[in-house]
């Protein structure tokens, strides 16, 4: 199922424009990941742990393309890419009406209403697919502004693990949520 481009205006007047990525955008998208993770606190994976090569990100790209249950988008600003946001349909039968939500921003584009874009574009699309009927994610129970931004778009809470994430010696909670679509 296609999704259909948007322009969206942003809180710093900004207009970003949110589109289906495309095999050509393997090695934008890849430095943009390579730019955000190690700024981020709530994304679980450490730079040196990004090894994907540009081929490996197109077929990376290329899965969300042939796979009728799951999406990548990408937020583009002046040609750039700022973010991107997935939503990885399962491949077991028995789970292939469920997709788990990832993403990610530069940090100069956080807190400015890309996530709730992002956030709302695949969630309109995942409501239109007749595929999909659960949408999940997984959050740090530390991650306030993710919480909102989760709550606000109808994210209801299913469960805690404790100690889920460990970074420099510390432990984090890890809380999914899910959304009927």
Known sequence: MKFEPKQITLQNAKTVFIRQAEVSDAEDLLNCVKTYIPTSKYIPKLKSEIKLTVDQEKEWINSFIINDNSLLLVAEYEGKIIGNIDLTGSRRKIMEHTAVIGMGMLQEWQNIGLGTALLSAIIE?????????????????????????YRKMGFVENGIIKNFFKRDDKYFHNLTMTLTV
């Open 125 to 149: 699309w995942a409501k239109n697919n007749p595929i999909l009927e659960l949408i999940w994610l997984q959050v740090y129970t530390e991650n306030e502004s993710g919480l909102n931004l």
